[in-house]
């Protein structure tokens, strides 16, 4: 063993079987020409990763395979991967190895072969327990599957089990939200990620709020749901660690830590990205330009940045600050930022005490201007 530093492996799958309204993620629609092609590269650039030695022997401390939907690919092809993943690099035996998963895309055979296979985590995209909140986002599914897919999980043996939430919905009330909660807490899970609905530009909801199709969102209202969401959790034991994020004691997601505290990463699959040794660097986010540079064995990357340290230290802060114990106030405490920290926390944004530094409710809210303003 080299070394126990924290460091990741993120999978990108690419693929969903259908596009939600708001997504704004580099995904295609899956088809099992393409899967196929993609499962095949995905293989070419682990090996090809393999012989770079990027990593110099550092061991895996958490293995994470997003998307799109990992799912969309078989189970058997998902194992297939974490097997060369963990013939490829070292491994720790108490690594967390996650899968994401869309409720409706699973089976139980699926989910024990997964859990057999060595994935400890599963995060599955429930979004809400509310039926009518899924069609103004164009989610596929019924809201029960999320509890049938949690009971099977746990079945399977998985007992690390998230819950992806959005709240701020079209026409969803603060009653309809807290509704959810009560009905996501009996099933129990270890973490639960509630993500505020944004609107990205370019997405079929964007255009479905400007033609007035859709109603558009209600700050105060989220602001609301915000709170509720806090106190309810906190009243079940899970308890908010970072802007979006809440957990058990002991079951904070320990690959997104990663990011939140400048660990490093290594990014496979189209528009996934990576941190390794001060450089940040991405895949190509096109599925075509991914598979032909495979298949000249190039790896598929675009761009990369070296960072001064002075930039790496910055850049821990910025994620840092998305915690809610925050940051060490003297990491930044040039002169002339005083100032502008005094003005942040006269202004309600931050808070101080025994020399952290942490964002309030209304700073979270407005979390990446006032990491602009500090940085
Ligand atoms: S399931 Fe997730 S990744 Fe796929 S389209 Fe919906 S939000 Fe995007």
Known sequence: MTSAAETGLYVHIPFCRHRCHFCA?????????RTTRFYSALTHEIRLHGQHNPLHGRWLQSIYFGGGTPTALPPDQLVALLKLIRTTWPTSPTAEITVEAHPSSITCEGLRTLAEAGFTRISFGAESMREQDFIPIGRHGQVQDTAIAVQAAREA????????LMYGLPGQSLQDWQRTLELILPLDPSHISCYALTIEEGTKLAQDIERHRVSPIDDQLQLDMESLTEQALAQAGIVRYEISNYA??????????????????LGLGPSAQSYLDGARFGNVA????????????????????????????RDALVFG?????????????????????????TSGFLSTDQGRLWLTPLGRRYADSVAERLF
């Open 286 to 313: 096109d599925l075509d330009r991914y598979l032909t540079s495979l298949n000249e064995h190039r790896l598929p990357m675009t761009d990369c940045i070296k960072l001064s340290r002075s930039e790496q230290e």
């Open 321 to 345: 600050l998305r915690l809610l114990r925050g940051v060490p106030r003297q990491a930044i405490s040039e002169a002339e930022r005083d100032s502008e920290i005094d003005h942040l926390i």
């Open 25 to 33: 993620f580099y995904l295609e629609i899956a088809h099992v020409d």
């Open 248 to 265: 058990k004691p002991a079951w904070r997601c320990r690959h997104n830590l990663l990011y939140w505290t400048g660990g490093e990463y």
């Open 157 to 164: 043996g998985f007992v690390n089990i998230n819950l992806d």
